[in-house]
RNA sequence: GCCGGUAUAGCUCAGCUGGUAGAGCACCUGAUUUGUAAUCAGGGGGUCGGGGGUUCGAAUCCCUCUGCCGGCACCA
């Protein structure tokens, strides 16, 4: 028989016959490691104990304690363990497929009452009754035809039409746990009582389309999620309960923020208090704007259906356009306009009033463009996913040879933006051509390669998000980690040579002829809207003093004090501070819990003492304690505090 | 848009198998002058999301529309 070696993670190789299982090598290393094994990595895949290997690889040999391979494991058994369960007690059910995600796992089943939250109950229950069985995970490689036949004899179309989409040179894994056997590409664990019992949950149910196309059958998605232990299930379950306290819903009611009613489905009621986030930030980024050499316009938000066949909108877009017919009895002449879904054609009227010359260029130009999209109803979520918004929207003019200066110029005020308002980990995902795009080859080189250099100009490397850059050109995404692990994609940086063309945008260049200038269509923020619920859930709730729509309240303790309170509300709103006076007959337990759970950041609490003294008890939100401070300090010190970041 | 769920007082929610609505907090009034996360007492407040139907009778059952929630699809 022939030979293989096999090398360890400690660079030991040792020989053995060809077609040795991970189960057997772990065996002939040691007993112990026999009984902990779970799974193997060959050459960097993982591995089932029972798969054969063939010739010369690296080999690790997975226990419990191997994170990736045990989650890997238990979530995957889990998915098919819950499949097991629904087919016992429903055999009718069609499975389909199953895999691992993030925490836990999916299957989708196809099913024509509605699972309920019962069923769960009854599922979960059949599951651990499974688990308890202990029964033996076995595997056999089948040919094609014959798992074919065999699908179809048990009406299982879709695992059908999963092995019609195996490219012909994979081998057909057939697993089987008891009785109850499925299509799958595996590792798996030896015996179904290797999962952890009390360490999953099945969470919810919901409708996923059949292989994600919207065209083809509504399925039955039900999620679960695993860990090793109880202990680490809980965490996650807090975690998640955690997580749906800083939802920023429901902290724009608690914090009197925001609402939304049912008569502008998709549209933001901004209250005062979330007006003035907003804009303290707005005023923020037209400084910042300013200072990198940007100008601000703004533009019509009705405008004729002519621009947008002009820009290509009408024809591309119009399903998420809301359109404005204009009454005869009202209009001079009957008219179809459209709201504006984006602000780049009306930038591109601005640009085209007068000639332009290549000294003009780079000219970037800026609007908080006030959009509307027609987004599907299934889409909208709270201020995050909205029908009307407002973009940081800006337009940089250019030609292509400053394409990559603008650029890394672009990247680094991003990177200073980011950090002010306390994202520093984020990211940079690269969108190469797609397969449908214009222009040549040459040119999506030469964008490409500067789209690159720009990142490595800056400091930044990226991921290749290949094929995903829009028809006329590359992308840069700018996707930021929040407070609690989630991504974010805000900023977004579009290299357009094809809106210019459609437009008939021109400059003269230094050879006195007439050129097509680039448009890079670039936001930081994305919308402010979407941000700010960004910011609201990154923060819990408790923004920075600066951006902090109330910033200081002044309580008394006793009524003797109102009158000083409200000359402390004085001396705070002279220095720029936004303060109110909480002078209501209540004790001070009951106004600091108020106004603590109100998110408020400094409350200042004033009793016969303060009065006496001048001075104030400074007590700042999750503080267990409050500092004494002179009335003049205390108000240096949260002025100093209160100025945006970029004015410091 | 699709699948499922859901809609009761400002908020969070109760209201079993149909018999014309209830709690806590909030709000208002009064008392209390209070030292860092809820002082006490009293009071007002809802055509039960809209429309239609079944029924002697509908918050409750059915149909339909709308919003919202969880996913899926979408996100130029």
């Known amino acids: 028989m022939a030979q293989i070696s096999l090398t360890f993670p400690d660079g030991n190789a040792r020989a053995f016959d060809a077609g040795v299982t991970p189960a057997e090598v772990a065996a002939s290393i040691s007993k112990s490691l ?5 799974s193997a990595s060959v050459d960097g895949r993982h591995h089932d104990l029972q798969w ?3 010739g010369d690889a690296q080999i ?18 889990l998915a098919h363990i819950m499949a097991r369960a629904v087919q016992e007690i429903w055999p009718d059910v069609k499975v389909t497929i199953g895999p691992v995600i993030n925490n836990g796992w999916y299957y989708d089943f196809d099913r024509v009452e509605p699972f309920t939250p019962e069923d769960l109950g009854r599922i979960e229950k059949k599951m651990k009754e499974i688990i308890a069985k202990k029964d033996t995970v076995r595997t056999e490689v089948w040919e094609r035809p014959k798992a074919v036949s065999y699908y179809e004899e048990r009406g299982e179309p879709y695992k059908v039409e999963l092995i019609e989409a195996i490219p012909g040179d994979e081998p057909l ?5 008891g009785d109850w056997q499925d299509l799958c590409r595996g590792p798996h664990l030896q015996h179904t009582g290797q999962v952890p019992q009390d360490a999953f949950k099945l969470m919810s149910v919901a409708g996923a389309y059949w292989r994600g196309d919207s065209s083809r059958p509504m399925l039955q998605r039900i999620y679960g999620v695993a860990f090793k232990t109880k202990k680490e299930l809980d965490a996650h379950l ?19 923020l925001f609402h939304m009613q049912e008569e502008a489905p998709g549209q933001v009621f901004w209250h005062p208090n979330g007006w003035n986030i907003y804009v303290t930030l707005q005023d923020y980024m037209r400084r910042r704007q300013r200072e990198n050499g940007y100008v601000e316009v703004n533009t019509p938000q009705v405008v004729d259906r002519k621009l947008w ?7 591309k877009y119009q399903d998420h356009m809301f359109i404005v017919e204009v009454d005869e009895d009202h209009a001079r002449e009957k008219s179809m306009n459209a709201l504006k879904p984006m602000n780049c054609p009306g930038h591109v009227q601005v640009y085209n009033q007068g000639l332009k010359s290549y000294r003009d260029l780079p000219l970037r130009m800026a609007e908080f463009g006030s959009c509307n999209r027609y987004e599907p109803s299934g889409a909208l979520h709270g201020i995050m996913r909205v029908r009307g918004f407002t973009q940081d929207d800006a337009h940089i003019f250019c030609t292509e040879a400053q394409i990559e200066d603008e650029t890394r110029r672009f990247i680094e005020m991003l990177a200073a933006i980011y950090a002010d308002l306390g994202f520093t980990s984020w990211r940079i995902k690269f969108s190469d051509r797609p397969d449908q795009r214009i222009g040549s080859d040459e040119s999506w080189d030469r964008v490409e390669a500067a789209l690159r250099s720009a990142c490595e100009a800056a400091g930044y490397s990226f991921e290749l998000n290949p094929g995903e850059g829009a028809f006329y050109g590359p992308k840069l995404e700018f996707v930021l980690t929040d407070a609690i692990g989630r991504d974010w994609q805000c900023g977004t940086l579009q290299v357009d040579p094809n809106l210019p063309e459609r437009l008939d945008a021109t400059y003269i260049g230094q050879d006195g002829a007439k050129h097509r200038p680039y448009m890079l269509h670039r936001a930081v923020l994305g919308s402010f809207e979407r941000f700010i619920g960004i910011l609201i859930e990154d923060s819990a709730g408790r923004l920075p003093l600066w951006l902090a729509p109330r910033q200081v309240v002044v309580a008394t303790i006793v009524s003797e004090a109102d009158a000083y309170a409200h000359e402390v509300v004085a001396a705070l709103r002279k220095a720029g ?16 819990r108020e106004h603590s759970l109100g998110k408020v950041p400094a409350i200042l609490a004033l009793g016969a003492r ?20 002179s009335l003049q300090e205390c108000v240096e010190v949260l002025a100093a505090e209160a100025t945006p970041p970029d004015l410091r």
Do not use: C, F
Request: net charge negative; glycine share 4%.
């Open 34 to 38: 026999s009984k902990k094994a779970i």
């Open 52 to 54: 054969p290997i063939e």
């Open 60 to 77: 690790a040999i997975h226990t419990m304690d191997d994170d990736a391979a045990a989650y890997e494991l238990i979530r995957h058994d």
């Open 173 to 177: 894994r057939m697993y089987w746990h």
């Open 238 to 256: 807090t975690m998640l309960e955690e997580a749906a306290k800083r939802d920023h819903r429901r902290l724009g009611r608690e914090m009197d």
């Open 309 to 315: 066949e002009a820009s290509g909108h009408w024809e």
């Open 577 to 592: 501070l936004r303060a109110e006076v909480d002078t209501r007959n209540e004790k001070i337990n009951y106004k600091v």
């Open 610 to 629: 303060e009065v006496e003294e001048r001075s104030v008890s400074l007590r700042r939100l999750g503080d267990k304690h409050q500092k004494s401070l």
